[in-house]
Structure formats: C-alpha cells, structure tokens
C-alpha cells in the first residue's frame, strides 16, 4: 500500500510543525521590520513606532479616538509574542487569529505610510511580510494538520 | 467520516485521516519520538515566547509612557539644532513647544497646498524633505538659566549653522522660475553657496524653554517675546505667573472681533492681550504686562482717543470649526494736532480724509491770512477718494501684489476667531497667516505670473489697469519679454495726457522710469540699459527717451570725488574726504559738504569692526554702534547750529 493512514498522519504532523516553523518565522520577519527604516525626513530614518509617536506628536491624527488607537501601535510586539506563545503552548487557532491581526495590523500602516512621500524600505519589507503572515497565519488557523505532541 | 479537528487540541491524535480507519490502532504508532522529548521542546519553547512576551510589554510601557520632550533644557535644545542639522523638519517640528506644533504644522500644510495651486512651488515639494537645503550645526555651546518655573532661557554660548542652497535642486515652481530667468542678473542664481553664504553665529541667541507635561520643548513664540524683551529701552523682569494676563473671550465670533478693534484702536492692550486663544496665544498673555507698561509709557494709561464709527462685520466659517471675520465696512477717527483723520474701509477699498479743525483754520487765517486759510478750507477732505488701497477692480494695482498686504492696509485684514469653553478668541498667528497669504489663494496662475513678475521688478506689470486705460494702451501680456513689457510700459507713460494725476489723484509717480521734464510734462527716464524694440511702437522708439541731460542735476564739483577715474566703482573713505578738502581748498566747494561728509562718515567705522562682532549682536556691538552714533549726531550738532552757518 503506497500511502495508508500512518504515512498519512506522519506527513500531517510534519507540515503542521513546518506549518508552525513557518508562521513563527514570518511572524518574527514581521515585526523585525516594523523597527526597520518606515520614514525618511532629511537624513533621519524612523521605524513605524517612531512614525507613529511622531504623527501623534504633531496632531496628525487629529484628536479623539486616533491619536489613542494609535499609541497602542507600541503593543504589536506584544501581539506577536502573544501568537508565539499560543504557538508553543499548542493553541494553534489562537496563535493564528492572533498572528493574523498582527499581519493586518502591520500590512495597513505599511499601505498608509508608503502612500506619504518619504516613505522608506521598511515599510515595504513589513507590507511583504505582513501578507505573508496573513496566509501563513489563515494556514495554521484553518488548515486541518497534526502537529504532533 | 473524518471529524473536523479543532486546532486549539493541537495535538490530538483520536481523529482518524480520511478514509475512515479505526483512530485508535493506528495512533500509538504514530508517534515519531518519544512524548517526554516533544513536552520538553514544547516546554522550551513556552519559555522562549514567554520571555518574548515579557519583552514585548516592556517595551510598550516604556514607549507608551515615554515622555514628550527632552529631560532637560539643553537636550531640548540639542533635539532642535540636531534636527536642523539632519535637515529633519519633523524632528524640528517635534522638539518645539507642544502650542506651536499644531499651529506650525496646519500653517506649512495650507501654504504648501496655496502656493502648489497658483505654482510658487513644484507640486514635488516635500516638508519632510526639502531638497535643494543643505544644513549644518557646529560646535553648539549653551548655558540654562531659570525663567519662571517650567521655563527656562538657553543662552548659546558658541556654535554656528551654515546653509547652502543648490537653485536647480530647489523646489521652485514654474512661475518662480520664470521670475529667476527672466531677471537682468539672473545667472548669479544658479547656485547660492559658499563656506560663509548663510552662516549665522549663535553666540548669543537666547532660546526659551518650556516644560510640558515633564518633558522640555524649545518655544519659537516664547523665544521670540524674550528677544523683544531684552531689546526694550526700559528693563522689564521676567513676568512673573501673578503678572500673567488671563484669557478671557467673547460671546460671540462678531464680538471677539469687535471687541478686538476697538481695544487696538482705542489702545486698550491687556483687552487685545485677553482675547487672544489660550494655548496660541499663552506667551501674548505670559508678556502682556510687558506690552500694557510699554504701552501705557508711550501714549498713557488712558488710552488713545481714537474711536471706531461703524463696523459691519461678516462672518464665514473657517476650517475645524473656527470663523474668518472681516470687516465689510469700518470707519475709525483719530484725532491729530490739525484736526481729524478718518479711514474708511469699505467695498475692498481704504480711504483717508482728512479734516482741519476750526482752531487750526484760524491759526492759518491769523498767520497767513484769509486767502490761504479759505484754501485750507476749500480742501476740506482733499485726500478723501485719493489716497486709497483697493484690490484689482479699482485704481491701485491689486493687493495681492504686494506680498504683505495687511502691512500696507491693516484694515482689510481677515480675523481668524476659535471658541475655547464656550467663549470666542482671536487666532493671532493664524490672523496673521490668512491676512498675508490668503489674499493669494484663489490667484489663477496666469495672475500670480503678472504678480511674480512685478515683485520681481518688473513695473510694467505693476500698473493698475487705469493707467493703461489713461495711455490708450493694452496691458503688457505675459508672452513679453522684460525689455518688451519696459518699452511698452515707457510708451505708455510717454502718451499719458498732462494733467493725468494718476490713479491716486495726486500725481503719478507709479514708475521708477518716469519722470517730468522742464515743461512738467510726463517722460519716460531712459535708464541706460533696457533697449526698446521697434516692433511695439509705431513711432522710433528712441524717440521716447528724452536726453539724459534734461534730468541731471546742475553738475556737482563733489561728484568726482565718489567717482575716481581710474574704473573703479567708488573711491574709499580716506580717498572722499581728500578729494573734498581738495576742492574746500581750492575754493570750489564748501566747507559745510566736507563736515556734512565727515558727519556722516563716522559710520564708515562700522565697516572696520570685525564681522563676527557686528553679527553678534553683543553688547561690544552694542557699544560701538552707540558711540558712533552718538559722535556722528554730536557732529550733525554742530553743523546743525545756527552759528555754524555764520562761521562757514
């Protein structure tokens, strides 16, 4: 027999684990760039917190509900570990919810601030790997694999 | 029937694949390794995205509680030229006083949107970034010293911030650009550099500092009123807190306004001082008892007696809830030694009249008898419909060629109110803002050419449509060359009739290429260099310009001696006045012109005095300039005095 129910089952729990490998990595590729270069002004480079800090500063967001939804930008990390954890602790449908919000999250300040002259690499680089977050993360959340023990 | 896993088991090995086998059997084989390796994996791993986590709300603590500002004054100010030097206009921005943000920052946005649209700059231009703008801040030395509590002045000790400009690279829009080509020394703006072009010294320069909510920012508003303050004839502390001026609004936009005016005309600057916007106008407030003593000491406690008439007001809204208001007619009396003067501003127009007083009528009469005072009487209002400032309908060339209009004719001002806990302020930088800019917003770019081009000199487009209409010639198009539109301009002059007393009513002196000739006849002055093409006269254009000689002076033996043979552009100090004793000596001039000279070349000092010292605005400066100002005045003194004239 070329591929019974425990071939079956060995292959499932390997993808689910590079499945878990993969979103992890991304996850971290993602956040890695939110701290890359996002703006340029004059020689200076700031990452998306940076940005962030900065728009809230100069009362780009205006007032109200914004500026506060804005400062919790600084929790994406958080976020991130948060799905990490999920991760290692075999909550795979949490991991990946939590992953996703992250990669949209990410992906939306990405597609804002690259539409603002002086945006820089980072913001592209966090708008590539949030997509793939998204996937990775839609994958985890809804793809039916084993991950073993 | 394979059951659908739920993901948060995880690991859960009772499903059996697709295909329906017994789960059971084959899940103990399953297993690759043995389940004590994999919990202790998974158990690492739980560690590793704890720490993670840990990490993760560390770091979004600290940065949701970091503090706007720096820690200190001097790093406030160190944030503030490091931005400088990094050409970093969001951290300049950044490091100001939390007030002056906002306001800074809608300002910059409007403006780059207004000059965008009439094409003053390229639609590429970036305030983030603007290129063509090479900064650079050098050895910054500073000292703190304490104002008032939260507020401290930075005064530079040392440091220097040279810039260079690169024109090609600047983000000039087109018709700025076309002003450049078409000016007569238009090649020395291809590039403005050089180690000394835009070098300033802050040795010297006071900043103040204040402190917000923990952390410190460098204040533009507050700066700029210490600077004021130390320029003073009379020392004024530092206000304290009790001495601060509160804001107090009115009810409505019309009433802030109105109350505004009148406390301006009549004097009253701690009203003026109350209505402006807490936050915006917090420094007028910190320093009104400053402005209200130095008020009080030039015109008295009571005020001016001036009075506002009439004053119809229109209100329209402005953008994020604030109003413009503007006066669509506003008379104002000021009583003067003659009589009373009175401007009226009404239909985009300001007039003046002027009137004599009775008393002042008969002094005239008493003097000078009754046939000079009946004169006097007969032009009652002899400057009223003369003497005004209109936009493009009416006489004057339109306002908005005059970069700063509401220098010109305050009263055409539009007012920007804000409401502040139910009670309306006067907006004063954004007063100020739309009262200078906003008159050019709506130019068409056709328009803004015309207006470029007469800012940058060019006077044929800074006659008024009525002169054209007077000489019977078409306005200069814009598809003219400079020299094309000055001899079109000279044409005109040449046909305006005799008695044309100008679009002002008291004679016309709107070009720096007219003049009269001996019969008081309009001419055209040759200025020497524009040539005039035939093609847009129909008579020699040559003929225009009447001989030099007509307008000359009676030649002056002194002349010679600010104008050496040898190709020199002007002879030295030392070289005048031995030239000038020359002539005394020869008896061909006098000799007040030699101590009239000497008088005045006491300032020629001022050169020898090195230039780090003349722009640093120090009190060695201060001193220098003092003296010569002084012995030059003692000297004017002198030769002043009747006796002198008696001595010469």
């Known amino acids: 027999m070329a591929a019974g129910p425990e071939a079956w089952q060995v292959a499932s729990v390997g993808a689910g684990r590079v499945l878990e490998v993969v979103v992890a990595v991304v996850l ?13 002004s004059g020689v200076v480079d700031r990452s998306s917190y940076e940005v962030v800090r900065s728009a809230v500063r100069l009362g780009v967001l205006g007032e109200g509900a914004q500026p506060a939804v804005a400062r919790l930008w600084t929790f994406v990390p958080l976020g991130a570990a948060g799905a990490l954890l999920a991760l290692a602790r075999g909550r795979r449908r949490a991991a990946g919810v939590l992953a996703s919000l992250v990669g949209l999250s990410i992906g939306a300040l990405a597609v804002v601030v690259r539409s603002v002259p002086g945006a820089a690499w980072g913001a592209s680089v966090a708008l590539v790997a949030a997509a793939g977050l998204v996937i990775a993360a839609a994958a985890v959340t809804f793809v039916d694999l084993e991950v073993g023990p | 029937m394979t059951e659908v896993q739920d993901p948060e088991e995880g690991a859960r090995r009772d499903d059996p694949p697709a295909g329906g086998m017994d789960a ?30 840990a990490g993760a709300v560390a770091f979004g603590v600290a940065s949701l509680g970091a503090s706007d500002g720096a820690a200190t004054p001097e790093e406030a100010v160190e944030a503030f030229f490091a931005a400088i030097d990094a050409e970093d206009a969001i951290g300049v921005v950044e490091s100001l006083d939390p007030n002056e943000r906002e306001i800074l920052r809608t300002s910059l946005e409007q403006t780059q949107a207004d000059a965008e649209e009439i094409e003053v700059v390229d639609p590429a231009l970036d305030l983030r970034d603007v290129r063509g703008v090479e900064l650079q801040v050098t050895d910054l030395t500073m ?22 400009a690169d024109l090609e690279r600047l983000p000039l829009g087109s018709v700025v650009r076309e002003v450049i080509d078409r000016s007569e020394d238009g090649e020395d703006w291809e590039r403005i550099e050089g180690p000394d072009d835009g070098r300033i010294d802050l040795d010297g320069v006071r900043l103040v500092t204040v402190q917000r909510d923990g952390g410190w920012h460098v204040s533009l508003l507050h700066s700029g009123a210490e600077a004021i303050r130390a320029d003073l004839d009379t020392a004024h502390p530092y206000p304290t807190p009790e001495e601060a001026i509160a804001p107090s609004g009115a009810e409505s936009p019309e009433a802030a306004v109105r109350e505004g005016v009148e406390a301006a005309v009549t004097g009253d600057i701690a009203r003026l001082v109350e209505l402006a916007a807490p936050g915006e106008g ?7 008892s400053i402005l209200v003593a130095e008020a009080e000491e030039s015109w008295g406690a009571d005020g001016l007696d001036n009075e506002v008439t009439e004053l119809d007001l229109a209100v329209s809204d402005g953008p994020d809830g604030r109003k413009l208001v503007s006066a669509e007619r506003l008379v104002v009396t000021f009583p003067s030694e003659v009589g009373t003067q009175s401007v009226t501003h009404a239909d985009d127009c300001t007039s003046w009249e002027y009137t004599y007083s009775e008393e002042y009528l008969d002094e005239i009469e008493a003097e000078y008898g009754a046939e000079e005072a009946a004169w006097y009487r007969e032009e009652q209002g002899y400057f009223l419909d003369r003497d005004r400032w209109c936009d493009a309908a009416a006489a004057l060339p339109s306002q908005e060629q005059f970069p700063f209009g509401v220098l010109v004719d305050p009263w055409s001002s539009t007012i920007v109110v804000e409401e502040h806990g139910g009670r309306w302020y006067v907006s004063p930088t954004r007063s100020l803002l739309e009262s200078t800019v906003g008159p050019y917003r709506g130019l068409g770019a056709d328009e803004m050419r015309r207006t470029a081009r007469a800012i940058g000199g060019e006077w044929a487009y800074a006659q008024p449509d009525a002169v054209w209409e007077a000489c019977g010639l078409e306005p200069p198009g814009l598809e003219l060359s400079r020299s094309e ?3 079109l301009a000279n044409r005109c002059y040449e ?11 008291y004679g016309w002196y709107g070009s720096p290429y007219l003049g009269f000739d001996d ?11 524009e040539e005039l093409p035939e093609d847009l006269s129909e008579e020699p254009v040559d003929d225009l310009s009447p001989p030099a000689e007509t307008y000359l002076e009676e030649e002056n033996p002194a002349d010679q001696c600010w104008w050496p043979a040898e190709g020199r552009n002007e002879a030295t100090p030392e070289e005048v006045e031995a030239c000038l004793s020359d002539l005394v000596a020869s008896g061909q001039l006098r000799q007040r012109v030699l101590d009239e000279y000497r008088c005045d070349a006491i300032y020629y000092e001022l050169d020898d005095v090195p230039a780090e010292v003349r722009e640093s605005g120090s009190a060695e400066w201060d001193a220098i300039y003092d003296d010569v100002v002084q012995r030059s005045e003692a000297c004017w003194d002198v030769i002043s005095d009747e006796s002198y004239d008696l001595e010469d």
């Open chain 2, 24 to 53: 059971p059997e084959a899940v103990p084989e399953v297993a690759p390794e043995p389940a004590s390796d994999g919990g202790r994996r998974r158990a690492t791993l739980t560690a590793l995205a704890g720490l993670a986590v």
């Open chain 2, 282 to 288: 917090e420094v007028l407030h910190t320093y009104g």
């Open chain 2, 519 to 529: 019969d008081e006849e309009h001419v055209a002055i040759d200025d020497g260099f």
């Open chain 2, 143 to 164: 000292r703190a010293s304490p104002l008032a509590s939260g507020v401290e002045a930075v005064d530079l000790t040392g440091g220097t911030v040279s810039a260079a």
């Open chain 2, 485 to 487: 539109a000055e001899a």
């Open chain 2, 495 to 505: 046909q305006l009739p005799d008695d044309y007393e100008g679009p002002f009513g």
């Open chain 1, 28 to 40: 971290a590729a993602a956040v890695a760039a939110t701290f890359a270069p996002w703006h340029r």
